[in-house]
């Protein structure tokens, strides 16, 4: 007999994908590390998924399906560069045991003879259009400058040559872009490390570091949402939170 087929849509077939490959991630990840793609953001929601804390609310489809088409797009530029000979690295994972960094940036490029850290970024048009129209000195935050620094920084290891980062913004929408060229000092790599250096300290002494003094519309969307406010409420230490809010193993 032929297997049974449970899906009615196209669509549910998706989701049921992205749930199994939500499920393989789970169980393959390893969270012991400070994330380069969380640099710059809450550090109290970075510390928390290093705790392993069950998440809040699962990510609506509409986001997972967005983040998907993002790695797609990621994928043909690479691809293109890879076929016109630019390539030096792609996707390397950069890790750093003393103070548990672990990064992985998107391309290592020849450019002009030299050598670039390349960040592809693709946004919503809206997202696209409001921060182009920002003025320029505005135009990246700086939490996406400082996970490029961190790049750099430990890749300037195995690549003493390199220098210069970029950040390449796609509009996944209207197919625009726009490119910016950096050329970091060492106060940028400090910030880095300053910012391992005090997450590092807080988890040897089991302390969760405190909210955002503004909570704003990421907190909305934050994993650990419910933990960070019962934290607060119910001045729970690390291992009570750990208690309440530790991933049950299955
Ligand atoms: S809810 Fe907001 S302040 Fe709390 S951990 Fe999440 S992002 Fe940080």
Redesign the pocket.
């Known amino acids: 007999m032929e297997k049974e087929v449970i899906y009615k849509s196209f669509d549910e077939v998706l989701r049921a994908f992205l749930d199994k490959d939500d499920r393989m991630h789970r169980h393959g990840r390893d969270n012991d590390w400070w994330y380069a793609s969380s640099l710059g ?5 970075h510390y ?1 998924r290093r705790m392993g804390l069950e998440k809040s609310n699962k990510k609506q489809f509409r986001i997972r399906f967005v983040g998907k088409d993002g790695t797609a797009g990621h994928e043909w530029r690479e691809t293109a560069a890879k076929s016109m000979g630019v390539v030096v690295g792609a996707e390397e994972r950069l890790v750093d045991e003393k103070v548990r960094y672990k990064g992985r940036y998107d391309l290592l490029i020849n450019l002009h003879n030299k050598l670039v850290l390349l960040d592809i970024k693709t946004q919503r048009p809206e997202a696209f259009f409001y921060r182009s129209r920002k003025a320029p000195g505005e135009k990246v935050p700086e939490f996406q400058k400082l996970q490029l620094a961190s790049y750099i920084y430990f890749a300037r290891r195995k690549y003493p040559d390199l220098k210069e980062g970029r950040i390449y913004y796609v509009d996944r929408g209207g197919g625009c872009r726009e490119e910016f060229i950096f050329n970091f000092d060492d106060k940028m790599f400090k910030k880095v490390l300053d910012e391992l250096n005090y997450l590092n300290t807080c988890w040897e002494k089991k302390l969760i570091p405190p ?2 003094e503004k ?2 519309w ?2 909305r969307f ?4 419910d ?3 019962e934290v607060d409420k119910n001045k729970l230490n690390f291992n009570k939170t750990l208690q309440t809010y530790g991933k049950q193993i299955k």
């Open positions: 953001t809450c550090k109290r929601q928390m909210a955002l909570k704003d990421k907190c934050c994993d650990f949402k933990a960070c406010k």
